[in-house]
């Protein structure tokens, strides 16, 4: 009797599901982690506070300098392949940072993880439109919210793992074994990246008809990166300082971190939602305005009362920060190849996180030279109108390639 041939690749979605779902789990930890465990990480490391405000930053920095290189990795290396390198990276980096006694080779270290996990987070959007072109609604959130999942664990549970653990070291390696998770599926996956007379390449950028000169081209790229940048800036300002808001609150240490995993938690349903809802919608504007009307309420109450309802400021902050789950969706519907997504996705996140890194180091300066977090709460909140500007602005619908048939 005859062995049943093994299914091709194609034919196993749950594969490639459960590929992006391990894989977004590990895109904020290292980023995350590092916030509820600021005030000991100056402590220990002898951190003063720009080099603070520096690895607040670092997040957005690497996101944006390595993202731009993740449709070249992937044209050459294979797309799947650069996602295995990627996932090694993150782990190798939270490994070795926890082996350092200086601020120079934490940084560095956090570096190397946070560049895996840009290259990632770029060529994620190309990997739906690829493998579920006719899903990408409901592909995204999924992995939204795996990813979103991944940066309230990191929230929540990075001070009392170290708590646990015996110190921050171990409180902070713990989260290199996501890595080690993600690894097994995508080893499985490495045969997509074999050119084969059936299985063609999925990403050739040397060929893609739109490459990154070809965004930078058009208002679509522009508008994109820009809304990405300014959301992105707002939200890793919270991420990375919110902890610190409520400890000058009065809070301890845990309940500020539980705080902060409040405003990440709370947005575990609306990232699975927002993107359904984007897929289903041409402009969803409802959307974007419920996202920037949160915002808005919930920085006006940490700025007015943050000891009052401190949770209820956590969960408007929440969805306030839910703007780049709408992102994911919209770069995927707003082009019609996957080396068009690839392409959109790597400008916008390199144009995006390059204005993103202002926002965390403004907010460490604007503390470190004033009294309190009155100043900074309301830079976040003055961030909240450009958002809303450019928000409205992407939610017209139209592709990127047809902007560029346009133009020719």
Request: net charge positive; with cysteine.
């Amino acid at each position: 009797m005859p062995v049943p041939a093994r299914p091709p690749l194609s034919e196993r979605p749950w594969l490639i599901l459960l590929a992006l779902v391990v894989l977004a789990l590990n895109l904020r930890a290292t980023a995350v982690s590092v916030g509820p465990l600021l005030t000991t990480l100056q402590d220990a490391l002898g951190l003063d506070g720009s080099q603070a405000g520096l690895l607040t930053a670092l997040p957005g920095l690497c996101f944006a300098v390595f993202g731009l290189v993740a449709p070249w990795l992937a044209a050459r290396l294979g797309l799947h392949r650069t996602v295995v390198g990627a996932l090694v990276a993150v782990g190798a980096g939270q490994l070795v940072r926890v082996t350092v006694d200086t601020p120079t080779p934490f940084l560095a270290a956090s570096a190397l993880s946070l560049a895996g996990m840009a290259v990632s987070n770029v060529l994620l959007p190309s990997l739906v439109k690829w493998h579920f072109p006719r899903r990408i609604g409901v592909v995204t959130a999924v992995y939204a919210t795996a990813l979103v999942t991944g940066l309230t664990l990191a929230s929540i549970a990075s001070v009392p793992a170290a708590q646990l653990l015996g110190g921050w070291r171990p409180g902070l390696a713990v989260w290199s074994l996501l890595a080690v998770l993600a690894l097994p599926p995508w080893l499985a996956l490495l045969g997509h990246d074999r050119r084969g007379p059936s299985e063609p390449v999925l990403v050739d950028v040397r060929a893609a008809p739109v490459g990154l000169a070809q965004v930078a081209r058009t208002r679509k790229g522009w508008l994109m990166g820009t809304f990405f940048g300014v959301q992105s800036m707002l939200s890793y300002s919270l991420f990375g300082w919110l902890a610190a808001i409520y400890t000058g609150a009065g809070f301890s240490e845990v309940t500020s971190g539980l705080l902060l995993g409040i405003c990440t938690g709370v947005a575990i349903p609306f990232s699975f939602l927002l993107p359904a809802w984007t897929a289903r919608h041409p402009s969803p504007y409802s959307a974007m305005l419920l996202v920037v009307g949160c915002a808005v309420a919930g920085l006006v109450g940490l700025l007015v009362a943050p000891a009052t309802v401190p949770w209820l400021w956590a969960v408007l902050l929440a969805v306030g920060t839910s703007a780049f789950p709408i992102f994911l969706a919209l770069v995927g519907l707003r082009t019609e190849t996957p080396a068009g997504t690839a392409s959109l996705s790597a400008f916008s996140q390199g144009v995006g996180y390059l204005i993103s890194a202002t926002g965390p180091l403004a907010i460490g300066f604007l503390h470190e030279h004033s009294a309190g977090w009155t100043l900074p709460v309301l830079a976040m909140l003055a961030m909240v109108v450009p958002l809303t500007v450019l928000g409205l602005l992407v939610c017209r619908p139209g592709t990127l390639e047809a902007e560029l048939r346009a133009r020719d």
